[in-house]
């Protein structure tokens, strides 16, 4: 069963722009939530994640992702895009202790 | 500069040769991990790797052999690989195995074409 899901294959953009990535997990318990950024060529670099606590989580790059139990969302934002935020974003979800799973992926353009 | 280094960045090898990718982290993890990494489909876990001892195989094709000879270096040897194993493989570190203490880092990873 896919335990997370990206429903936007690509998202474009203008620049300032804010933005929304969404992801949504299946999972019964609370998960432990991460987003990472993929620059073209480059591996995977985190962004923030969220175990506990505060549902509003600030990560780098002047992102934060929102914890919603009851949407089972982990969506991230930005409040104005720049050229250089254009990349792949991954949202993954710890199912236990070691089993991360990564989303498919939502590749953001941004347009001048 | 994530401290996980890998090498080749670029491998193109024909279906019978035997070739091995690289992987080292200079951050004194303990934890080390192969991922492979298809066009439009998920990151796939393949191998975890903890103090030096192989404890998950998702269910990876014996094509595929990790190996792992220290806490700092992570290698994949490949033979007679598909055309369909053609993807980009991620070496991955993180301080021990298991969550929610750690985060994992990710190498830039090698890029395979297999002809």
């Known amino acids: 069963a896919q335990s997370v899901t990206q429903p936007d294959i690509h998202i474009t953009v203008s620049e300032g722009a804010s933005l929304e990535l969404r992801c949504n997990y299946s999972?019964?318990?609370?998960?432990?939530l991460f987003w990472y950024v993929q620059s073209p060529g480059q591996g995977l670099q985190l962004l923030l994640k969220y175990f506990s606590g505060d549902t509003l989580v600030q990560g780098i790059k002047g992102f934060e992702a929102e914890f919603k139990r009851s949407q089972s969302s982990f969506n991230l934002r930005k409040p104005s895009v720049h050229w250089s935020d254009a990349a792949e974003y991954f949202c993954a979800v710890v199912r236990n202790n070691n089993d991360m799973r990564f989303g498919a992926g939502t590749r953001l353009t941004v347009k001048p | 500069e994530t401290g996980v280094t890998q090498t080749p960045r670029h491998l193109v090898m024909g279906m019978t040769n035997k070739k091995s990718l690289k992987c080292e982290q200079h951050?004194?993890?303990?934890?080390m991990y192969w991922y492979k990494q298809s066009a439009k489909k998920p990151l796939e876990l393949m191998f975890v790797?903890?103090?030096?001892?192989?404890?998950e195989n998702n269910s990876v094709p014996s094509r595929f052999s990790p190996e792992c000879p220290n806490s700092s270096h992570l290698f994949l040897h490949l033979h007679t690989l598909q055309p369909e194993d053609s993807a980009l493989y991620l070496c991955?570190?993180?301080?021990?195995?298991?969550?929610?203490?750690?985060?994992?880092?990710f190498g830039e990873g090698s890029w395979l074409t297999v002809v």
């Open positions: 999972y019964g318990a609370t998960p432990y």
């Open positions: 991955a570190s993180s301080q021990d195995k298991g969550f929610p203490g750690n985060t994992i880092y």
């Open positions: 951050l004194g993890h303990n934890a």
């Open positions: 790797y903890s103090l030096e001892e192989r404890v």
